[in-house]
């Protein structure tokens, strides 16, 4: 005699109703962040193309002079572009070693009551307004640089004098804004390195320096590198903050002189601008976004192509 | 009559993490190049045990060791001992392969560097001798330059030992080298170990009794951090003298 | 999979669809959004200019509806005043004022986003020969600061010509102390910088270490800099500066109306065709600008009244 029993066809499948609705939910999501982007990519170029033509593309990028508002004005942005690149290279120069190796302090080597309090600390730091650093900038950062300025520059006749306002300080308040996001990363890259590994060294006879070294760090390689580019790319969309604190006048990207980003650049004359002024500096965001899916896409590759040594 | 000579010995080896007497008034030792075994049911102590011989256990926080242990009759817990050179006295296969995430030959070469070879023939030969001597360099000579996670778990453990190998221990640690391995590696590495005893010291913590009846010349059984009986293997096995080893090998309980 | 790929095609196909329209909608809001949302360290009294409801034609008697005010920072003071005071007499309007800049404010009003474009320097031929109409409703001084520790106090017209032209850079030729000069200014575009500029003849050919986007950010940065030196609006002056006499002349409203303070420009509140072509509310506020009791704000704010 068969037990009773129950069939296994269903009215709708392997799929529930409540499956399929979600399915549509997150296609929807989806659908609206890859519009976000792909509206912004081509919102950019469409409001940053018309001036290239108008001006000419070698005028723009090549020239080094910025006018806008003259009689016969001129719209060459090459210092601003120097000044962006050599700004945010010098930032992330400084900032991620810092970064690194305070991530390396908290993860590592500190003892675990100071991580309690310092960890924290870190997390704060990475959710204060760029503003608060731009304040800070011009508090405490100017006024010593122009002392310093006052020192170097002494009796100098050829150097025009900021008051303090200068590459180096925006170099110093971006390099201090991309460090909670950078120790945080990179810091949180390093503990998922699995134990294991290190207790494999150790039992080699390694220090502790050697196995942070030549076995945490190198595994923890693609979390630091993203720690990079996030950073990366905070230092260069900054506009608040080093707008306070840069000076805002178009020369070389000289330590002591008053220079312009391209960030700042659309700051603080988008408001006054009109005609090809204002298309000007809608190309000048054309650039900035260039740049960013440049630093992106090339840093993305060094990790793809570290990865892939690894098969 | 005992004619062997002592590689390292513990006496009042006592060890706590926190409150719990993890090892108690342990006394053993282990004889040049012999493979003793250490057996005894999960929790017993005997991976603690090993690990007090290389000062694994100074990095489990909390943990207070009291006692003497001595290699080559130096206490390797006094105040001058260095500890990068007693590991690598003392070198350490783990349960679960852990191979560095590097190429072969990086993960081989790893020690020799740390200790200072910058050599690259040099390190060329040390690399083709160490992957011999753990009966890996057939499979893998051709591609050294690959990454070491793309081995089987198998060879993954055959290179963390020819890696242990490299910097010329004299002591070879082995903590349940084989638990985590299919028949046919585990029987590869067993193979090995009668090749490593002519020149290393070793000792091995196991699960499987019949692999400590395979290997090992000398047996300790450990039993809630104590050792309860430590023999010659055969005898263990076929004389036990405590009822407590008995009822282990038999069975009973484990 | 034939599902998935019609599912991918769907989803392409809305993608596509979706940005062309976004794309066209872009090209007619992008001027007018970008003078919306870019505001620099200036403030705002009500959000939102881009809603302009100018009740053409309203109810004589009470008055109803909103005045939208766009432009310069300069005149933040006196709109901000201008816009209470009228709002106390008519509870039915609101005057919404934004302070985004003079050019911005003279091209809101060009292209109809406000009824009054306010404007800290006159107009230029090209936006009068847009229908703009230049209303100067008060003069105001541009006064030229320092920080309180300079010893400099006063400045003759081929000085200040000098220092912002950069052929002296040093306090010590002036008659002051053996100090740098560090010369601070406002951005390109920014009403008082035309002015000023305009009045010493040095368009274009000022270079300035320090390019600030607002009059605030003058104050502030000469204030805590020593051996500075900037250039601001009047009704801004506090003591946190030092104010330079030019030619021996303080900068104050009689000064001024005398001519013998020669750093001075007219505050327009422009509009799009005669103020008898506007609406009710508009027109209104003019008639309280020139009467008595608007001339009486405008000295209270520190300005001089426009005859």
């Known amino acids: ?311 | 009559m005992n004619t062997n000579t002592v590689k390292i010995s513990s006496s009042n080896l006592n060890l706590y993490y926190g409150s719990n007497h993890a090892l108690k008034d342990v006394n053993l030792e282990l004889y040049t190049n012999k493979i003793t075994a250490f057996i005894g049911p999960s929790g017993c102590g005997k991976s603690t045990y090993l690990k007090t011989l290389n000062r694994m256990n100074d990095l489990v926080p909390n943990v207070k060791i009291e006692g003497e242990v001595l290699l080559d009759g130096e206490n390797i817990y006094d105040q001058r001992v260095d500890t990068t050179l007693l590991r690598k006295k003392i070198g350490m296969v783990f349960q679960q392969p852990n191979p560095f995430p590097m190429s072969i030959y990086d993960n081989v070469a790893y020690g020799p560097r740390i200790h200072g070879i910058k050599n690259k023939s040099e390190l060329d030969d040390i690399v083709e001798k160490s992957l011999k001597g753990a009966a890996l360099w057939e499979e893998v000579s051709s591609r050294l330059k690959k990454s070491a996670l793309g081995l089987s778990g198998g060879q993954q453990q055959r290179l963390c030992i020819a890696r242990a190998l490299a910097v010329e221990p004299e002591v070879l640690l082995m903590d349940e080298p084989t638990s985590a391995l299919d028949p046919i590696s585990t029987l590869k590495i067993e193979d090995l170990m009668d090749e490593l005893k002519e020149k290393y010291t070793v000792a091995i913590v196991t699960h499987n009794m019949q692999q400590a009846t395979r290997i090992a010349d000398h047996t300790a059984f450990f039993l809630v951090g104590e050792i309860v009986e430590y023999a010659p293997t055969t005898e263990l096995f076929t004389v036990p003298k405590d009822k407590r080893t008995e009822d282990y090998i038999t069975g009973r309980f484990g | 999979m034939k599902k998935n790929y019609i599912k991918t095609l769907a989803i392409t196909g809305l993608t596509i669809l979706a940005m062309s329209s976004l794309a066209g909608c872009a090209g007619k809001t992008a001027e007018t959004k970008a003078s919306d949302t870019a505001t620099t360290a200036g403030s705002k009294t009500d959000t939102t200019a881009a809603e302009s409801t100018t009740a053409k034609g309203a109810a004589s008697g009470d008055l109803k509806g909103s005045i939208s005010m766009v432009g310069s920072t300069s005149m933040e003071k006196f709109a901000t005043a201008l816009s209470e005071v009228f709002m106390e007499k008519n509870p039915s309007v609101t005057v919404q004022a934004e302070f985004v800049g003079s050019g911005a404010g003279i091209e809101a009003v060009g292209n109809g986003s406000a009824d009054i474009g306010n404007s800290s320097r006159n107009l230029k031929d090209e936006e009068k020969a847009k229908g703009i109409n230049e209303n100067i409703v008060a003069i105001d001084g541009i006064a030229v600061v320092t920080d309180t520790k300079n010893t400099v106090g006063n400045l003759t017209k081929d000085q200040l010509i000098s220092v912002y032209g950069g052929t002296v850079n040093n306090w010590k030729d002036l008659g002051g102390s053996d100090q740098p000069i560090v010369v601070i200014g406002r951005e390109s575009g920014s009403g008082t910088r035309t002015a000023f500029e305009e009045l010493l003849k040095l368009e274009d050919k000022c270079k300035y270490s320090n390019e600030l986007d607002s009059t605030g950010a003058v104050m502030a940065k000469v204030a805590s800099t020593p051996g500075s030196i900037g250039y601001v609006s009047l009704d801004v002056l506090d003591d946190t500066v030092k104010t330079f006499k030019l030619e021996n002349t303080e900068p104050t409203p009689e000064n001024i109306k005398a001519g013998s303070y020669f750093l001075s420009r007219p505050f327009v509140m422009a509009t799009k065709g005669e103020i008898s072509a506007q609406n009710d509310m508009v027109k209104a506020l003019f008639d309280f600008i020139y009467s008595d009791e608007g001339k009486e704000l405008v000295k209270s704010v520190g300005l001089i009244p426009a005859n």
């Open chain 1, 1 to 311: 005699m068969q037990p009773k029993t129950y069939s296994i066809f269903s009215g709708h499948g392997s799929k529930s109703g409540i499956e399929r609705a979600a399915e549509v939910i997150f296609t929807i999501c989806g659908f609206f962040a890859v519009l976000a982007v792909a509206s912004i990519s081509l919102y950019m170029l469409i409001s940053g193309t018309p001036a290239l033509f108008k001006v000419g593309i070698l005028d723009i990028l090549f020239g080094s002079t910025w006018m806008p508002t003259a009689a016969s004005p001129s719209f060459g942005i090459l210092y601003v572009i120097l000044t962006s690149i050599i700004g945010t290279a010098m930032a992330i120069l400084i900032g991620v070693p810092v970064g690194v190796m305070t991530a390396v302090f908290l993860a590592e080597v500190a003892p675990p009551k100071l991580t309690k309090i310092v960890r924290p600390a870190v997390e704060l730091l990475a959710g204060i307004p760029s503003v608060i650093y731009g304040l800070l900038g011009i508090l405490v950062l100017n006024p010593l640089m122009y002392k310093l300025e006052l020192k170097i520059f002494a009796g100098s006749t050829t150097h025009q004098f900021t008051g303090g306002a200068n590459l180096i300080s925006a170099v110093l308040v971006l390099s201090l804004m991309i460090l909670p996001t950078v120790i945080n990363i990179s810091e949180t890259a390093l503990r998922s390195v699995p134990q294991h590994l290190r207790s494999a060294s150790l039992a080699l006879g390694g220090t502790q320096i050697q196995t942070i070294f030549h076995v945490v760090i190198p595994a923890a390689k693609s979390g630091i590198v993203t720690a990079v580019v996030l950073g990366t790319g905070r230092a260069i969309g900054e506009a608040m903050a080093i707008s306070l604190v840069s000076g805002s006048s178009v020369n070389i990207p000289l330590p002591f002189n008053s220079v312009r980003f391209l960030t700042t650049a659309i700051v603080s004359e988008m408001s006054y601008s009109s005609g090809l002024h204002k298309q000007v500096l809608f190309t000048i965001g054309l650039i900035l976004f260039a740049f960013i899916m440049i630093i992106n896409i090339s840093l993305n590759n060094i990790l793809k192509k570290g990865d892939a040594q690894h098969d």
